[in-house]
Structures are given as C-alpha cells and as structure tokens.
C-alpha cells in the first residue's frame, strides 16, 4: 500500500527515528536546565530522564513504523488519536518499569509521578504531531503548486509551424493524399501531447518519436533543405524527460537556423550518457553571426530551463552556444529510469 500521502513521517527510516532522538534530548536538556536547583544542569536528573526518553521514542517509534500501514488507512482523527494512545502506553509501561524497578515509590506519590510523565507525553505528542500535520500540508500545497507552474509551463507550448503545416497539408490533399492523411496524424499526436498535461516524466524514445512525427512534417516542407543527423547512444530509451522538452529545440533550430537559409541545413540531434548524466544536444546552422538571440528563441529556452529546474533542481543544466556559425543547445538531466523513477544500474 502507498503511505505517501500519510501525514507522519515513515519513522522506519533511520534520517527520521535520528531526528525524533536529537529533538527529544534537546527537550531533555531543557528539563534538565530548568530542574537544577543549583549549577547550571541537574546531570542526575538529565541521565536518567534522558534514559527513559530513549526507551519510549525507539519502542514508540518502531511500533508506529510497523502499524504504518493500517494507520495510512485511517482518517486523520482516527490515526492522530491511535498514535497518541501507543505513545502513551508505551510511556505507561516504561513509568511502570522505571518506578518498580529503578526507583521504586509507593503510593499516591508513585501514580503522580506517572501522571505527569502521561500528561508531559500527550503534550509532546500533540505538538509533534500537529508539525507532522502542518509540515505534510504544506508539502502537498508546494506539490499542487508545482504541478500547476509546470502544467502552465507546458501549456504555453505552441507549435510555430501549425499555419505553414496546414497549408503544407491542404497543398498535399490533392497530389498525395496519402501523405495528407500521415501528416494529420503527426500533427495531432503533436498536439495531443502538449494538451497531456498529467505526465510530467515521460521515456526518452516517446519524445524521440514525438520529435520524428514533427521532423516528417518539416520535411514535407522544406524538403532537401533539411537535413538531419542523429547520434543516439544506446540504452537510453528509458531515460525520463519532460514532456515536450527536446521537441521545442528541434522546432527552434527550423525556424531560427534553417528556414532562413536558401540552401537550407542540417540539424544534428546527439544523445549519450556520461557518468551519473545524460546529455542531448541540439545543434543547427546560425545565419545571424553578431551574437543576438531572437526573443521567440530565448522565450522557449527560459520555459524548458523553469520546467527542468522544477523537476530536477539543480542538477539538470540547459547550456546553449554559438561556434564557427553553428548554434549548440545542451541539456544535462540525471540519469533516471522514467518507469522506476530511479536511478538506473550501470555496468562497470
């Protein structure tokens, strides 16, 4: 069962029962500061405090990880008032311990000990929890917060080539409307996919198809005026990508490095993996040779650098260059499996 949408921290792993331990001791110390009645800390009082601490976050902790499940069930109440209820016996069996064993007292002073060290848990367990709570919102809202930045950001993604693919298209009806028929369905998985705005990772070799759906396009168009070089290392076919990323390169590289050229050029697509990265470059012919951008080309470059920022961080790199006249994109992503979402197994 997935029990990520669970508000408590999974205390299976060791990062969380870590920092559970360095807050408590911290409280510990507090308590231990404040009880002295001489001196700056009761030592006797922090050790021994500390010890029962220890106990019940561990046991408390590894009864949580092992319920984990059947808590990710229940509502929020019901789950919030089952771990108070563990944390407070668990608390209760170790008083019992502590006062019969290692300090035994008797009577009504034994039971007030125990009441305090029930009402000091509830109290602890509250606060803890309510931080649990509010931290787990917060991230759902910086999650729907993202989705929806990326979701914006790939909506504005509009093929530049729609109006000339059509008249290219209602020019082919006629002559060859075989052709017609293939390039209609090129340009409506074009546009299916940057209407599929649930997808936020996709396999490598479905934006390469995307990308050839386009390129046959362009190439009704332009004809030998464009041609194409692909380098395409191996084992990369499941290697995630955004949606939609690769294909506004290519697109920009038509428009800006080819379509102004009489005699046309060649675009170069090289893919390969280097370490823990994958790098794609995209590269064209730059007619303009004074080093300006135009805006419509820097607009494209700044959506696919927000989009790549937002899923990766830092790691993902969008580079872009001009040499001997010809104009160089990179993109730099994390080698990631897009079905696994992890990082995938590299012979040595």
Same mark, same amino acid.
């Given at each position: 069962?997935?029990?990520?949408?669970? #508000?408590?921290?999974?205390?299976?792993? @060791?990062?969380?029962?870590?920092?559970?331990?360095?807050?408590?001791?911290?409280? @510990?110390?507090? %308590?231990?500061?404040?009880? &002295?009645?001489?001196?700056?800390?009761?030592?006797?009082?922090?050790? %021994?405090?500390?010890?029962?601490?220890?106990?019940?976050?561990?046991?408390?902790?590894?009864?949580?990880?092992?319920?984990?499940?059947?808590?990710?069930?229940?509502?929020?109440?019901?789950?919030?008032?089952?771990?108070?209820?563990? @944390?407070?016996?668990?608390?209760?069996?170790?008083? %019992?311990?502590? +006062?019969?064993?290692?300090?035994?007292?008797?009577?009504?002073?034994?039971?007030?000990?125990?009441? =305090? =060290?029930?009402?000091?848990?509830?109290?602890?367990?509250?606060?803890?929890?309510? #931080?649990?709570?509010?931290?787990?919102?917060?991230?759902?809202? *910086?999650? &729907?917060?993202?989705?929806?930045?990326?979701? &914006?950001?790939?909506?504005?993604?509009?093929?530049?080539?729609?109006?000339?693919?059509?008249?290219?298209?209602?020019s082919l009806i006629a002559s060859n409307p075989d052709q017609a028929e293939e390039a209609v369905l090129d340009l409506s998985e074009l546009f299916r996919a940057s209407l599929r705005t649930g997808d936020?990772?996709?396999?490598?070799?479905?934006?390469?198809?995307?990308?050839?759906?386009? %390129?046959?396009?362009?190439?009704?168009?332009?004809?030998?005026?464009?041609?194409?070089?692909? +380098?395409?290392? /191996?084992?990369?076919?499941?290697? &995630?990508? /955004?949606?939609?990323?690769?294909?506004?390169?290519?697109?920009?590289?038509? #428009?800006?490095?080819?379509?102004?050229?009489?005699?046309?050029?060649?675009?170069?697509?090289?893919?390969?993996?280097?370490?823990?990265?994958?790098?794609?470059? @995209?590269?064209? /012919?730059?007619?303009?040779?004074?080093?300006?951008?135009?805006?419509?080309?820097?607009?494209?470059?700044?959506?696919?650098?927000? *989009?790549?920022?937002?899923?990766?961080?830092?790691?993902?790199?969008? =580079?872009?260059?001009?040499?001997?006249?010809? #104009?160089?994109?990179?993109?730099?992503?994390?080698?990631?499996?897009?079905?696994?979402? =992890?990082? /995938?197994?590299?012979?040595?």
């Amino acid at each position: 069962m997935d029990t990520s949408n669970f #508000y408590v921290p999974d205390l299976c792993r @060791v990062r969380a029962v870590f920092l559970l331990l360095v807050t408590s001791e911290v409280l @510990v110390l507090l %308590l231990a500061v404040v009880q &002295a009645s001489s001196g700056w800390i009761d030592w006797n009082y922090f050790g %021994l405090l500390s010890l029962f601490v220890q106990w019940t976050t561990l046991t408390s902790a590894a009864l949580i990880c092992l319920l984990r499940q059947r808590l990710a069930r229940m509502s929020v109440g019901r789950a919030t008032i089952s771990i108070v209820l563990i @944390v407070l016996l668990d608390v209760l069996a170790f008083s %019992l311990f502590a +006062d019969n064993v290692l300090h035994p007292q008797e009577g009504i002073a034994a039971w007030h000990g125990i009441a =305090k =060290k029930l009402l000091l848990a509830l109290l602890i367990i509250l606060m803890v929890l309510r #931080y649990f709570y509010l931290q787990h919102q917060w991230q759902q809202q *910086r999650e &729907a917060e993202m989705q929806a930045h990326l979701t &914006a950001l790939q909506a504005r993604i509009q093929p530049h080539f729609l109006f000339n693919s059509m008249n290219t298209i209602a020019s082919l009806i006629a002559s060859n409307p075989d052709q017609a028929e293939e390039a209609v369905l090129d340009l409506s998985e074009l546009f299916r996919a940057s209407l599929r705005t649930g997808d936020q990772l996709i396999p490598l070799s479905r934006e390469l198809d995307l990308c050839q759906r386009y %390129l046959a396009i362009e190439a009704l168009r332009l004809g030998d005026r464009l041609t194409l070089q692909w +380098d395409l290392s /191996p084992g990369l076919d499941n290697q &995630a990508i /955004p949606p939609l990323t690769l294909q506004p390169l290519l697109e920009n590289a038509i #428009y800006h490095g080819i379509q102004p050229l009489k005699e046309g050029g060649e675009v170069r697509v090289e893919v390969k993996a280097q370490g823990d990265f994958v790098y794609l470059l @995209v590269q064209n /012919p730059n007619p303009e040779h004074n080093g300006t951008e135009h805006q419509g080309n820097r607009i494209a470059l700044a959506n696919i650098q927000s *989009r790549l920022h937002a899923l990766f961080g830092e790691p993902a790199v969008l =580079k872009r260059s001009q040499h001997n006249g010809i #104009y160089t994109v990179t993109l730099r992503l994390p080698r990631l499996d897009a079905n696994t979402r =992890k990082t /995938p197994t590299r012979r040595t």
